[in-house]
């Protein structure tokens, strides 16, 4: 169901960026990224942001004082955050590890935390307020700062933590491993219960490269000018809400289990139904080709396993992929069994070595997004449960989204949805979500 969005406007004043570096000597020298770390669709900075109630640190504690130490403390256990990525000949990227400090901006806004609303969820109202940077999927990484930081002190005596990382130097689980260092060394802590491991070279390819897989994930797409969806066209951003009784619907109308060749998790689940209604809702004509691209989580689940600690990307991306005609027309149980075969491969225990080998001969290009519907999975992450001193936050994400989207954890059980389309496709993707939680099967057009 879409959830009903708030509005609210106001101007932070910010102070000056400082740097805060290190607050102890640190290592000098070269760090190489990896294979799989230095490709082109990660030249960007990820939102992370986190709202905090009042009454934490002990009472009285300035915020910004406090994070402005815990990073200090913590870039001196994680200092290649602390240093600039340069770019070697053949564009492969490393960190040059100089102790220079990250970008830190202390700031105040007349607003309350309540004025946001009950349901926070990107796009977070004026999050252009509450960042140091304009939110973009792509930018310059080289010699600048890794990571930015604001601090925005609310009147109701909350705060906003705003976070801003180079995507080429951690995923989203890297990210939430060194924010909780920051947590445990601002309430106290000596040194962070993790101790973070570069290990890089485990996501490098092999010489010479062999990969062992195809991967569609950077094969452009068939007829790219012909997208529904453009630069420069005119957005609508909406939240929808799936809660349990939405789940229970949608698994209602699966084929017998013993017909479905793996089980059905939420987010096979619901990562097939919206993709069908995101489809259809795009007008694609029946012969288009469509996918459906999807982040898959290697820790865990390779030979040899990562060492405790990695807070590199450890990631590889999943494609299933169709017609238009094939995807709407079909039944529910048949995109579950596309986006579950895509997800198996992904996982194959040699999947990320031949992804590497594959972004070495390829230049590291960018994947493709041409009729291509990309999505995270955040609900089984931590990063949401970040504690600086202030309790658990009343929100922890992306500040904003694009074309790609999050499944992000909501109360009550629910996964709140994010989408971002043209504002007529929008009206068509409700429609058809309506539709679809509604039936006891439903097949799909243009609508």
Not at 41 to 53: E, G, N, P, Q, T
Not at 336 to 342: D, H, N, S, T
Request: aromatic letters at 8%; hydrophobic letters at 40%; charged letters at 20%.
């Amino acid at each position: 169901m879409a959830a009903s969005s708030t509005t609210v406007d106001f101007t932070a004043r910010r102070r000056h960026p400082e740097l805060v570096a290190p607050a102890g000597p640190t290592p000098r020298g070269l760090r190489r990224l990896s294979d799989i770390d230095d490709q082109d669709s990660f030249r960007f900075y990820r939102s992370v942001i986190y709202f905090y109630r009042s009454g934490g640190g002990g009472g009285g504690v300035d915020p910004a004082r406090v994070i402005r130490d815990a990073l200090a403390a913590a870039l001196v256990h994680y200092y290649p955050i602390a240093g600039r990525i340069r770019e070697l000949p053949g564009r492969k990227l490393v960190v040059d590890c100089t102790g220079e400090g990250v970008s830190f901006v202390e700031a105040d806004a007349d607003v309350a935390l309540e004025e946001f609303g009950d349901v926070l969820c990107p796009p977070i109202p004026c999050a252009g307020e509450l960042l140091s940077l304009p939110e973009s999927n792509s930018a310059v990484v080289t010699n600048r700062p890794l990571l930015y930081v604001q601090v925005t002190r609310l009147k109701c005596g909350g705060f906003v933590f705003g976070t801003q990382i180079c995507h080429n130097l951690v995923d989203a689980a890297g990210i939430t491993q060194f924010l909780q260092a920051v947590g445990e060394l601002a309430k106290g802590m000596a040194v962070p219960s993790v101790r973070p491991v570069w290990a890089r070279e485990l996501f490098d390819a092999r010489d010479p490269p062999r990969p062992a897989f195809d991967h569609p994930e950077y094969e452009p797409a068939s007829d790219v000018g012909n997208d529904r969806l453009r630069p420069g066209d005119e957005l609508v951003h909406r939240r929808f809400l799936f809660g349990p009784g939405d789940i229970a619907a949608l698994r209602h109308q699966l084929s017998p289990p013993a017909r479905l060749r793996t089980p059905c998790s939420r987010f096979l689940l619901l990562s097939a139904f919206t993709w069908r209604c995101r489809t259809a809702a795009l007008g694609y004509a029946p012969g288009d080709e469509v996918r459906f691209m999807f982040v898959v989580n290697v820790r865990g689940r390779r030979t040899p396993p990562l060492p405790e600690g990695f807070y590199g990307n450890a990631l590889t991306f999943g494609v299933a992929r169709t017609t238009a005609g094939e995807l709407c027309s079909g039944t529910l149980s048949r995109a579950v069994e596309l986006v579950a075969a895509a997800r198996a491969r992904a996982m194959d225990d040699g999947y990320a070595q031949s992804v590497a080998d594959t972004l070495v001969l390829r230049g590291r290009p960018r994947f493709t997004t041409a009729r291509t519907y990309l999505v995270t999975d955040l609900t089984k992450s931590r990063l949401h449960e970040v504690d600086l001193g202030w309790g658990k936050p009343l929100f922890g994400g992306p500040a904003t989204t694009t074309l790609a989207t999050f499944h992000m954890p909501a109360g009550g059980g629910a996964i709140a949805v994010p989408m971002c389309l043209p504002p007529r496709a929008m009206e068509r993707f409700a429609a058809a979500v309506r539709a679809g939680l509604a039936a006891e099967t439903v097949v799909l057009s243009k609508m």
